[in-house]
């Protein structure tokens, strides 16, 4: 079956624009959770949906955010953008039973670079 | 704060060698995966231990849960070209909702 899709791949934006991401997870998977991955942070966790709604949150500020749509695909939406947004973006869709066994599926990601 | 300290950062072997890869912290994890992520692509799960002690193998990878629950390592025999790329090691705390990350190793293994 198909993965993940994430789109676009590549972003180039300017500090003070604002990006919205796609993200298509796996046919039947009701969770997607978002991840910045940076050279000098690694992965951190932005937030997930499951059923359309946010589920977890991480640390970031209100300029991130999201939202997920009935049939499971998901965006985020970065405002106000700051040359520290630079990063590789993730979504990660699994089927949101939850619990230690849990097994995440990324996507290729969106490379998104702020000038 | 980074909850999982991944070592070494970078690592080059030529192709056969045997190496080993560390995940430690000193917090008690519930569950630890493991990820190779290659260049321009998501990570990929490649093994989750949830009891400590427990040894998971995938044909020569080799992953291993510490006792406390607080460590992991993997390590691989007879390194091939095709095991080239970033490491990741994940843990789900008892009480945690997200994957906490470490940075990754980068292992480049050249013929």
């Known amino acids: 079956k198909a993965g993940v899709t994430q789109t676009p791949r590549y972003l180039i934006k300017t500090r003070g624009q604002q990006v919205t991401l796609s993200c298509s997870p796996i046919s039947g998977h009701r969770s997607v959770s978002w991840y910045q991955q940076t050279p000098g942070q690694g992965l951190q966790f932005l937030f997930e949906y499951f059923s359309e709604t946010q589920r977890n949150k991480g640390n970031f500020p209100g300029r991130f955010s999201g939202r997920q749509f009935s049939n499971s695909r998901s965006e985020m939406n970065v405002s106000t953008l700051e040359l520290g947004d630079s990063a590789l973006y993730l979504c990660?869709?699994?089927?949101?039973?939850?619990?230690?066994?849990?097994?995440?599926?990324f996507g290729s990601g969106t490379q998104l670079s702020v000038l | 704060t980074q909850l999982l300290e991944q070592s070494p950062q970078f690592l080059s072997i030529q192709e056969g060698e045997n190496l080993t890869v560390y995940c430690n912290s000193s917090s008690v994890f519930s569950s630890l995966q493991w990820y190779r992520q290659e260049p321009g692509e998501g990570p990929v799960l490649l093994v989750t231990v949830v009891t400590g002690g427990e040894v998971k193998k995938l044909k020569r990878l080799t992953f291993q849960f510490g006792d406390a629950r607080k460590d992991s390592s993997l390590h691989i025999t007879a390194a091939q070209p095709g095991d080239t790329g970033l490491y990741l090691c994940a843990g789900l705390l008892p009480s945690g909702y997200a994957l906490n990350f470490g940075k990754g190793t980068s292992l480049l293994v050249t013929p």
């Open positions: 990660a869709s699994s089927l949101g039973t939850g619990g230690q066994g849990e097994k995440l599926f």
